[in-house]
């Protein structure tokens, strides 16, 4: 509880002594004794005024009788008589007036005094209504807090058991759960697996078919680096021409077609040894000439044994170094065959050495 100033009415700290604002004492005790000091002193110092000036007024008179008489004797007796006299009756009415004073002063520090009594015991009946008031409030609060806290424990408890329950519900499901991750994984890892797989059958098929290969033959003549043509044997009746032709690479077996002019021919008409293209026409070699041959094929890149160029010596035809049979001829019984061909008949179809 503050302390309020007798002097300025200042409210102070109850630690405090003295006014912050005045100076005056908080101490009712001190308080009075600080007026009294202080009306005594003032009634002291107006009574030593009013000597002083009062012997100012006696010194000047005297002056004036010692101008009047002309003896300074005289006016010297006079003089001290005067202020022995004045003296006293100063002094008389001084204490006079200071009982006065001290008597207004102290009626009025004790109306002072029961005022700021008063004014104190209301204070305290409001503080300390205010005190009930702030009581009751705080109990009320605190009633109210604690059944908030409660009902927020209750929420969390049950909050904290749903939690446990699933989280052991979690945990049952935990086994599944890893064997559908370890199943997500595989079959992620397969897809990726065949992603590749497509992706390199994709560069595959691009590439297979960016290498297929047309070549294009123009039979007028017998016998050419990259061809010859066989006329049918002569005297055998239904006979056939034959004709083998040279393609850049060795065609992958069932990809391999042989287009002459508009017409394509039937698969069990021709067939290859490695790059060689043998071919059965059942036509007259003459017939050969008025169109051209297309073979198209995708290419074995895997074959390096290739035939680089047909031969003639001795009226017999070698694929490089390879002697061919007489196709033109019913028998060749100077042939012992080729390291790709059996011995025999030469006549069509010729069977390819098996590796």
Same mark, same amino acid.
């Given at each position: 509880?503050?302390?309020?100033?007798?002097?300025?009415?200042?409210?102070?700290?109850?630690?405090?002594?003295?006014? *912050?604002?005045?100076?005056?004492?908080?101490?009712?005790?001190?308080?009075?004794?600080?007026?009294?000091? #202080?009306?005594?002193?003032?009634?002291?110092?107006?009574?030593?005024?009013?000597?002083?000036?009062?012997?100012?007024?006696?010194?000047?008179?005297?002056?004036?009788?010692?101008?009047?008489? *002309?003896?300074?004797?005289?006016?010297?007796?006079?003089?001290?008589? *005067?202020? +022995?006299?004045?003296?006293?009756?100063?002094?008389?009415?001084?204490?006079? !007036?200071?009982?006065?004073?001290?008597?207004?002063?102290?009626?009025?520090?004790?109306?002072?005094?029961?005022?700021?009594?008063?004014?104190?015991?209301?204070?305290?009946?409001?503080? !300390?209504?205010?005190?009930?008031?702030?009581?009751?409030?705080?109990?009320?609060?605190?009633?109210?807090?604690?059944?908030?806290?409660?009902?927020?424990?209750?929420?969390? &408890?049950?909050? %904290?058991?749903?939690?446990?329950?699933?989280?052991?519900?979690?945990?049952?499901?935990?086994?599944?759960?890893?064997?559908? &991750?370890?199943?997500?994984?595989?079959?992620?890892?397969?897809?990726?697996?065949?992603?590749?797989?497509?992706?390199?059958?994709?560069?595959? +098929?691009?590439? +297979?078919?960016?290498?297929?290969?047309?070549? /294009?033959?123009?039979?007028?003549?017998?016998?050419?680096?990259?061809?010859?043509?066989?006329?049918?044997?002569?005297?055998?009746?239904?006979?056939?021409? /034959?004709?083998?032709?040279? !393609?850049?690479? /060795?065609?992958?077996?069932?990809?391999?077609?042989?287009?002459?002019?508009?017409?394509?021919?039937?698969?069990?008409?021709?067939?290859?040894?490695?790059?060689?293209?043998?071919?059965?026409?059942?036509?007259?070699?003459?017939?050969?000439?008025?169109?051209?041959?297309?073979?198209?094929?995708?290419?074995? #890149?895997?074959?390096?044994?290739?035939?680089?160029?047909?031969? %003639?010596?001795?009226?017999?035809?070698?694929?490089?170094?390879?002697?061919?049979?007489?196709?033109?001829?019913?028998?060749?019984?100077?042939? #012992?065959?080729?390291?790709?061909?059996?011995? *025999?008949?030469?006549?069509?179809?010729?069977?390819? %050495?098996?590796?």
């Amino acid at each position: 509880m503050t302390r309020r100033c007798f002097q300025c009415e200042t409210e102070n700290p109850p630690e405090q002594s003295f006014c *912050g604002s005045c100076g005056a004492a908080l101490v009712l005790k001190e308080y009075i004794s600080g007026q009294v000091s #202080k009306e005594l002193a003032s009634a002291v110092r107006d009574r030593d005024t009013l000597e002083t000036e009062s012997a100012i007024k006696v010194f000047e008179k005297a002056l004036g009788w010692v101008k009047l008489f *002309g003896g300074v004797t005289v006016a010297l007796l006079a003089l001290f008589l *005067g202020l +022995v006299g004045w003296k006293e009756i100063d002094l008389m009415k001084a204490a006079d !007036v200071a009982k006065q004073s001290i008597e207004g002063t102290t009626k009025q520090s004790i109306g002072e005094i029961q005022t700021a009594s008063n004014q104190a015991k209301q204070a305290n009946k409001e503080s !300390v209504s205010n005190a009930d008031q702030l009581s009751k409030e705080m109990k009320s609060t605190a009633s109210q807090t604690n059944l908030e806290l409660k009902r927020q424990a209750a929420s969390v &408890r049950t909050e %904290v058991a749903n939690s446990k329950s699933e989280l052991e519900a979690v945990n049952r499901l935990r086994p599944e759960f890893d064997s559908m &991750r370890a199943q997500l994984g595989k079959a992620t890892s397969d897809l990726d697996a065949q992603q590749k797989v497509i992706s390199s059958s994709e560069d595959f +098929v691009k590439h +297979v078919f960016s290498s297929h290969v047309i070549s /294009t033959f123009w039979l007028r003549d017998q016998f050419q680096s990259n061809y010859v043509v066989f006329p049918p044997p002569k005297g055998v009746p239904n006979s056939s021409a /034959t004709v083998l032709m040279l !393609v850049p690479e /060795t065609p992958i077996d069932g990809t391999l077609q042989l287009q002459y002019s508009i017409f394509m021919e039937p698969p069990s008409s021709y067939w290859h040894i490695h790059n060689m293209i043998l071919f059965s026409c059942p036509c007259d070699a003459m017939d050969l000439k008025n169109y051209s041959f297309d073979v198209s094929f995708f290419p074995d #890149k895997s074959d390096k044994e290739t035939i680089k160029a047909f031969t %003639v010596r001795d009226g017999r035809v070698y694929a490089d170094d390879q002697p061919m049979p007489k196709f033109g001829q019913q028998a060749d019984p100077d042939w #012992k065959g080729n390291k790709w061909m059996q011995v *025999g008949q030469p006549s069509p179809p010729l069977q390819p %050495v098996k590796p």
